[in-house]
């Protein structure tokens, strides 16, 4: 399974940053993604990116979050600023090989990899 780190408590405002491995499996995914899912509510994609370095990002952190990939460390990013205690939720790191173009926040359905996810818990 794909491995998060990073979670944490912050009061609003604050910033955390997410990494997401990998190298669990010896291959290369063309599009990761984090996805979030607060208590009593549905899992939301955050932000994906593909092989091609294309970024989608969710409207709700467009401007706060930023979503990077290093290949040579096998590793998934995401840099979250100016969080908001909306943003409290269960944070998993997702992996999929799809068509280009596909590589969404709203393809969820698509990916077949997940992590066990990283709590973010944001305090007002």
């Known amino acids: 399974h794909l491995r998060e780190s990073g979670g944490g408590s912050v009061e609003s405002g604050g910033s955390l940053r997410l990494s997401c491995s990998t190298s669990?499996?010896?291959?290369?995914?063309?599009?990761l993604g984090w996805f979030r899912q607060a208590q009593g509510r549905e899992r939301e994609g955050v932000a994906t990116i593909d092989g091609d370095g294309n970024i989608d990002v969710s409207d709700s952190v467009k401007g706060r979050f930023t979503i990077a990939q290093e290949i040579n460390k096998n590793t998934l990013y995401l840099q979250m600023n100016n969080l908001k205690p909306e943003d409290t939720a269960m944070y998993y790191c997702?992996?999929?090989?799809?068509?280009?173009?596909?590589?969404?926040?709203?393809?969820?359905?698509?990916?077949?990899?997940w992590g066990r996810g990283t709590q973010v818990t944001v305090s007002s």
């Open positions: 669990n499996y010896n291959h290369e995914f063309y599009c």
């Open positions: 997702a992996a999929a090989d799809l068509l280009a173009g596909r590589c969404l926040v709203t393809t969820e359905v698509l990916f077949g990899y």
